[in-house]
């Protein structure tokens, strides 16, 4: 049995969050992606999944539809779903791998580079402004919050113990907005 400070946390370690903070941060964050998705002017109606996949070609590509799929942790059905409106668009081409004739390889044109920028400076605009009512305290609080907002991006691995004991691993966050 573990010891606990009277929080039900580990000496040392603070309190797990509450479930109404938890849900707050999330219709936060929610709300201000919604914000900011529509702030940008995107004329074509892309979805979230199509963006990411825009940009994670823009990021790592040229890549071969299997290696965009495991970046975009999708089924390659799925992707090829989300693609084809891209590519449609004008936005990305497919060229045969040189090194695999049997695998195609997608990049990013130079409108779907276009696009991506325009979206990235609509939304920069709109936060910008939004951050330019804070005061100067409330500013440095979310620049230090930063680095925090930052490490809720990334999943750990699981620790072995939560491999032996899937049943102890902490609920999946709820998938509403």
């Known amino acids: 049995m573990t010891p606990t400070d009277g929080r039900g946390a580990p000496p040392?370690?603070?309190?797990?969050?509450?479930?109404?903070?938890v849900a707050r941060l999330r219709l936060i964050v929610a709300r201000l992606y919604r914000q900011l998705a529509q702030a940008?002017?995107?004329?074509?109606?892309?979805t979230y999944a199509q963006l990411?996949?825009?940009a994670r070609v823009q990021e790592y590509g040229p890549l071969r539809l299997g290696e965009l799929a495991a970046r975009e942790q999708v089924a390659a059905p799925t992707l090829t779903r989300t693609l084809r409106p891209l590519?449609?668009?004008?936005l990305l081409s497919k060229e045969p791998d040189p090194l695999d004739?049997?695998?195609?390889?997608?990049?990013?044109t130079a409108d779907g580079e276009d696009l991506l920028?325009?979206?990235?400076?609509?939304?920069?605009?709109?936060?910008?402004?939004?951050?330019?009512?804070l005061t100067a305290e409330q500013t440095s609080t979310l620049m230090a919050a930063l680095p925090v907002l930052e490490q809720l991006l990334t999943e750990p691995e699981p620790r072995p113990e939560q491999d032996a004991h899937p049943e102890e691993a902490p609920p999946a966050p709820p998938a509403e907005g």
């Open 101 to 108: 004739g049997r695998s195609l390889l997608v990049s990013i």
């Open 87 to 90: 590519a449609a668009a004008g």
């Open 12 to 21: 040392g370690h603070p309190a797990p969050p509450s479930s109404s903070a």
């Open 117 to 133: 920028v325009r979206i990235r400076r609509e939304r920069s605009e709109l936060l910008a402004r939004r951050m330019a009512r």
């Open 40 to 46: 940008s002017g995107d004329d074509l109606n892309l």
């Open 52 to 54: 990411s996949a825009l």
